[in-house]
Antibody, heavy 119, light 107 residues
């Protein structure tokens, strides 16, 4: 059974860098793409970006200048960094696995991490 | 970028009702449309992928249809555990946009 366990700092000040990590248990890490999605309080879901098994990345244009997604295959982990955060970045952040093949869907999700940006 | 629009944004229904949620894409996305269910405080859960394929373990009262720009999620007989928010999501091209959600509430 695939499980995604995520962690990271939950309270940041404006201009700091958000950093989250997601560890994959119970399944293969290679061969899949891995993604980050966020949900501001009381609103809908926003795709942030993803990294493929080959290391190629794709980001939401609205966040591209501030986002980096990376992975460490030796630890079955992938990470999100979002720089220069503001209050508008306050959200629950989810890590998720994209299904293999094409087309793709988010088939496994982490538990979510609430990140609050406040001075 | 492809925009996804769901309707209605919320609805009230009773146990046993048939419920239909619509999702429209701003351009054709073939059958590259997925549906998720989210309960408060929980991560979204995949229900339907590729417009009409039921994810393993999901009850058969859930079904999806459509192609091109117009898609539908149907719950044939609403159960108490189905009260939640439902999101569509396109997987045709990046960015992987979600609809704004449809909240299904108890009548």
């Amino acid at each position: 059974q695939v499980q995604l366990q995520q962690w990271g700092a939950g309270l940041l000040k404006p201009s700091e860098t958000l950093s989250l990590t997601c560890t994959v248990y119970g399944g293969s890490f290679s061969g899949y793409s891995w993604s980050w999605i966020r949900q501001p309080p009381g609103t809908g879901l926003e795709w942030i970006g993803e990294i493929s098994h080959s290391g190629s990345t794709s980001y939401n244009p609205s966040l591209k200048s501030r986002v980096t997604v990376s992975f460490d295959t030796s630890k079955n982990q992938f990470s999100l960094k979002l720089s220069s955060v503001t209050a508008a970045d306050t959200a629950v952040y989810y890590c998720a696995r994209l299904s293999s093949g094409w087309p793709k869907w988010f088939d496994y999700w982490g538990q979510g991490t609430l990140v609050t940006v406040s001075s | 970028d492809i925009q996804m629009t769901q309707s209605p944004s919320s609805l009230s229904a009773s146990v046993g009702d048939r419920v239909t949620i619509t999702c429209r894409a701003s351009q054709s996305i073939s059958k590259y449309l997925n549906w998720y269910q989210q309960k408060p405080g929980k991560a979204p859960k995949l229900l339907i992928f590729a417009a009409s394929s039921l994810q393993s373990g999901v009850p058969s009262r859930f079904s999806g249809s459509g192609s091109g720009t117009d898609f539908t999620l149907t719950i044939s007989s609403l159960q108490p555990e189905d009260f939640a928010t439902y999101y569509c999501q396109q997987s045709y091209s990046a960015p992987r946009a979600f609809g704004q959600g449809t909240k299904v509430e108890i009548k």
